[in-house]
T-cell receptor, first 110, second 115 residues
Framework: GENVEQHPSTLSVQEGDSAVIKCTYS??????FPWYKQELGKGPQLIID?????GEKKDQRIAVTLNKTAKHFSLHITETQPEDSAVYFC?????????FGAGTRLTVKP | DVKVTQSSRYLVKRTGEKVFLECVQD?????MFWYRQDPGLGLRLIYF???????EKGDIPEGYSVSREKKERFSLILESASTNQTSMYLC??????????????FGSGTRLTVV
């Protein structure tokens, strides 16, 4: 079955810097890749997603890139702010079978 | 505001008790899921349902069962709670028929402690 690996497990950046979180997946048939943000005491919230027919997608300060050949995808956050501090999960899905990475705890220091 | 509501934020139960975790969604979604979240292990799928009265085992169904009598409600049951079931439990739903690729809407979670 699908296996999703996520790196790094923790990431600390200064406010205003960029943050990048990377994920790899094993099932070449996976075709949907969402990213979730989980703030303290809350459930994960979908922040951006990308489908396999697209290489890059951007929404304001966040962007996701997908390399199907290498089977990896990344989340990029620019101009980070303290409210970006949270745990971020990547996921890969094939026919609705969604597998999650282990999560990255991002800390943005003011 | 559409949402997934989990009935309890925190629960403390004794070993051997039967525990019910309730989840309700108001988005008319066909698909509902139960995950447990543990540090370093991410989200692991316990059970899911693509339709009323339908259920499928996920990756770690042992010690759990589910019930979906109505479209909007998906209950997770711990038949005889054990300490290794101490965890954060997350309910989620998504639209689409059957195995379709859409993002999930998660509830806020229930932190269960079994003593």
């Amino acid at each position: 079955g699908e296996n999703v690996e996520q790196h790094p497990s923790t990431l600390s950046v200064q406010e205003g810097d960029s943050a990048v979180i990377k994920c790899t997946y094993s099932d070449s048939a996976s075709n949907y890749f969402p990213w979730y943000k989980q703030e303290l005491g809350k459930g994960p919230q979908l922040i951006i997603d990308i489908r396999s027919n697209v290489g890059e997608k951007k929404d304001q300060r966040i962007a996701v890139t997908l390399n199907k050949t290498a089977k990896h995808f990344s989340l990029h956050i620019t101009e980070t702010q303290p409210e970006d501090s949270a745990v971020y999960f990547c996921a890969a899905s094939r026919m609705g079978d969604m597998r999650f990475g282990a999560g990255t705890r991002l800390t943005v220091k003011p | 505001d559409v949402k997934v509501t989990q009935s309890s934020r925190y629960l403390v139960k004794r070993t051997g008790e039967k525990v019910f975790l309730e989840c309700v969604q108001d988005m008319d979604h066909e698909n509902m899921f139960w995950y447990r979240q543990d540090p370093g292990l991410g989200l692991r799928l316990i059970y899911f349902s693509y339709d009323v009265k339908m259920k499928e085992k996920g990756d770690i169904p042992e010690g759990y069962s589910v019930s979906r009598e109505k479209k909007e409600r998906f209950s997770l049951i711990l038949e005889s709670a054990s300490t290794n079931q101490t965890s954060m439990y997350l309910c989620a739903s998504k639209p689409g028929q059957g195995p379709s690729n859409y993002g999930y809407t998660f509830g806020s979670g229930t932190r269960l402690t079994v003593v």
